[in-house]
Every structure is written in structure tokens, then in C-alpha cells.
């Protein structure tokens, strides 16, 4: 089977610019594996940990502490499936301590 890259996927397409060289990277891996449901749980938890550090700097911390919640159980569930998450921890740790 062919490689997978941004000209034929679509997930690809419309992140390549959107997410940092290592949420791309790791979303070309999991769409080559055809795990495409996983990439896209990534995706989601390189957003909400976008709004969790906006609501921190909204000095919203309610809504921060639910979020960031939110994305540390979706992030279990791709350690569940094995997947290569250090770079995800790495920016939930960080968040983690402005709270």
C-alpha cells in the first residue's frame, strides 16, 4: 500500500498547517498504520490543550481544570492503544503546572 501524505488524505490536508511538526508527524504515522480514529482523538487533544491555555490566560481556571481533564482521559486512551504520547504529556505537564 501506498504511503499516506497530505496530497491523499484529508486529515492530513487540512492539518499540515494548523499543528505543530510533532502532532503532524504523529498524525502521519497513526493515518499510515490506517488508525485515522486515533489521529483524530490527537487532534482533539492538541486542541483542548489550546483552550485550556487560553482559559488560563482568560483567568479561567474552572474551565481549565474541566478541559484539561478532558484531554488527560482522551490521552489514556491512546496510551491504551499504544501510542507514542510524550509529546502530548509533555505539553499536558506543562499546562498542568500553570494550574
Known sequence: M????SR??????????TTSPKIYSLLV?????????????VLKIDYL?????NCIKDKDF???????????????KLIKN???VEYLMYIYDGIKLKL
Open 2 to 5: 501506498a504511503k499516506r501524505t
Open 62 to 76: 474552572k474551565q481549565a481544570k474541566e478541559i484539561i481533564e478532558m484531554a488527560k482521559n482522551r490521552i489514556d
Open 29 to 41: 504515522k497513526l493515518v499510515n498504520e490506517d488508525r485515522s480514529d486515533l489521529a483524530e482523538d
Open 82 to 84: 499504544n501510542v507514542n
Open 49 to 53: 490543550l489550546a483552550y485550556t491555555n
Open 8 to 17: 491523499n488524505t484529508d486529515i492530513l490536508k487540512e492539518t499540515k498547517n
